[in-house]
């Protein structure tokens, strides 16, 4: 599945997430430098220019000037109608206008979904587009969507998302069958709310291999590749993880510290946390696709390491290797019954691929 | 708050749970024992009365006879029709007639529900009963519901969770001025879905000291006392804490084990990993309460510890003495504004008392 990088040019948005533009720029240089990619770095160019000069990828890296950078507390309507001149819009533009195939961004994540929504447009087929997120777990990875796109889901809205979530996991995890399971609130068919127990019999009826509902306690244990739910659902699931996994750390911190013996055995068991850590760790997943527009939009954290940037990018070109819009655009088609490629205007998905 | 034991009688399901009746009755004796409390003990005489014998504090248990047990994957309203020799229905009609203040099982939680609302009813002016979970946080602990007697709640049904889980908080966890938070998308007043933007508005009116909105992260840092959901989210919430923790505690497990340095690590980080268990241990929290109901029902996990069914009975004694139905009635008058106490047929919320 997974392609190499030549040929394939991503847009960065340089002056989005906590550290920008430092560690998004290393992060945009070391995939540069290890995937062979071409890089558009957007942003404030004087800032930039010192940074990206003296590395050795320097030259797949192409500066798109960009006056300013949206802050955390504009509301995504004002940045469409505003701030058209800030490093996400433009960085989403060059998906627009085909320079670049995706958009990568660790800022204000409404901002880059309405600037996404705005600019490119949902793919045909598509009525929501969803957030997706990969989560660890205890077998690997599991995709979990929709994480916030969305709040009122109806259910053909699920079904879109299992479809799309599928394609994902196939095209870009490399899962060529996943197992697609519905977040709900007890294992019998029966048990749900509203929303699930429709959506529970239509995914019957979808080409996928759909394993039923899925408990909260099952996320981690890895017996369901892909997990579908509304996004207000999915943003609480995904936010409680964190905070939890925050806490435990801080807690378990705390009582090891308080005793000699405790500091003694922790420096032992640095090695062991340390795998630990990696294997939890969302850097090491990269950023969260935003599925069913019309292009690629990767949305991180905006606490991204400049590991997580560049294993951001590194999806966003697996993204686009791996076809994911083309095949989410058939399935839907097809799962709907309309015939795929039908569109009158030939409308793509890649526009100017 | 906090009474003594004395005078108070609780019946316990001494057949519900994955170890029972070796680890309920245990509990029951400890509870007993430790609180001074008066335990109907509810199951299999036979099995029960060698087990309790040989104790201390046998004369404070009385065994009362139910020949059947309800099985995990009966359906509740199968138990409601036809399994009236069951020991959960027994031990909460002891609360109907009034020969218990309050019934506490670990058995099938739905069938501990629907016997509750069948025979016991819901409190006046009480629309929708709500089981509520204490979740340890970095700053104590903090009340979580609706954790799944519900789906698809009203936002008048949030802001009755709300003023239950705010009693809860002050009469049983001696918090005078709780916290209560809506959890939600955002901390935006305006984010949300459809019924958190409804509830958000009536809550802001409700006599209650309510913080707004509270994202899904910031359940377990302590910052809100009482975290009100529907029943839906609050158990995908709770399940997927319980699913996350374990994983965590696979993943390092493994981790650790894997080198003689690790191993040796882990030995001396006994001690905080004992202490860091205790402070995140649901078995320290008893049981959850289901809030509304004309009279008293603890929820014990299927797979609680003597100690938990201990704390649980500790529980189910607080709820009594601090005349939490009592309260909740009022402050639910109140808020509705209809006069407290009115009821004609002068109902109480003990009946027998």
Redesign the interface.
Known sequence: VRGRGDGVTIAVDAMGGDDAPASVVEGALLAAQDEGLTILLVGDEARLRDQVAAHPAANRIRLVHAPTAVAMDESPSLVIRRRRDSSIWRATELVKTGEAHAVVSAGHTGASMATAFFLLGTLEGVERPAIATILP??KGAAVLLDV?AN??SKPQHLVQFALMGHVYAQRVLGNASPRVGL???GEEDSK???L?KEAFKLLKQAQINFIGNV???????GDADVIV?????G??????????????Q???RR??T??F??R??????K???R??KR??DYAEYGGAPLLGINGVSIICHGRSSPKAIKNAIRVARDFVAGDVNHHIRDDIARHFERPAGAAPDGRREFPGR
């Open positions: 777990t205890l916030g709040v009122d977040l709900s609130i749900g709310n509203e699930t408990e909260g306690r099952d996320v981690y244990t739910c509304d996004g207000f659902i943003n609480v699931a995904l936010k409680i993880s964190e905070g939890l996994a925050e806490a435990i801080q807690v378990l009582e090891i308080q005793s013996f405790g003694l055995g922790f420096v032992l068991l090695p062991a946390f795998r630990f294997r939890v």
